[in-house]
């Protein structure tokens, strides 16, 4: 237990629970970066990067508002605006950081406009496949950041250590490889076979090898 408040990528970056506005910096990088993968020609690169010119203008344009409506009732402010005024300044600043983020789902269809439905199909495999392969690489991380309430167990019943390397089986397959069990929170989990045991959460989508059980 360190002595002070941890952040990404220690445990409690999994409960970082600071406002953080939704809206994205970019609302196609993903598509630029897999332009071969996609075929992206020309003027479908040019059309991705207007929209993306478009939002990015709109996001910086925003957030000086809010810099700017901010200062008026920051806690220095000497003499502090009288109520009614400080109101009108928070209430511009809900209003712009509502913007912020309800702007974003009308890019993410402008920019499956310009893709056609092959091709978001084709990023959306993309997405899911680099979302697994980062999520296999980070077990480690994942199994110690939930360490307090839940165990990784390898299909033999051994306890998987969140701190140490991971282990192989055999052929050199780490043990969290391939894990993307849904975690149970404690308490919830049901019974499998023996009294009071713990069935824990498998993977989806077939035979797990791994799963995560609920501490206590």
Do not use: C
Request: hydrophobic content about 40%; glycine content about 8%.
């Amino acid at each position: 237990m360190p002595p002070f408040f941890e952040a990404a990528p220690y445990r409690a970056g999994l409960l970082d629970l600071e406002l953080h506005s939704l809206a994205p910096e970019s609302v196609a990088d993903r598509a630029l970066f897999y332009h071969r993968e996609l075929s992206l020609d020309l003027d479908d690169l040019r059309a991705l990067l207007d929209l993306q010119a478009d939002y990015r203008r709109k996001l910086r344009r925003g957030r000086i508002e809010f810099a700017l409506a901010g200062h008026q009732v920051r806690p220095t402010a000497q003499p502090f605006p009288p109520p009614s005024e400080a109101a009108a300044h928070l209430k511009t600043r809900a209003a712009l950081f509502f913007q912020e983020e309800d702007r974003v789902p009308t890019y993410i269809e402008l920019v499956r406009m310009a893709l056609g439905e092959d091709r978001w199909n084709q990023l959306v495999g993309l997405y899911v496949e680099d979302t697994r392969r980062e999520l296999e690489l980070l077990a480690p991380v994942i199994a110690a950041a939930v360490a307090p309430a839940f165990t990784l167990h390898s299909s033999d019943g051994e306890i998987v250590d969140p701190n140490g390397d991971p282990p192989e089986q055999e052929g050199g397959e780490s043990l969290l490889a391939g894990s993307r069990g849904e975690l149970a929170p404690a308490g919830e989990d049901e019974l499998d076979g023996a009294e009071g045991e713990p069935q824990g959460v498998g993977a989806r989508g077939g035979p797990t090898e791994r799963e995560w059980v609920p501490r206590g």
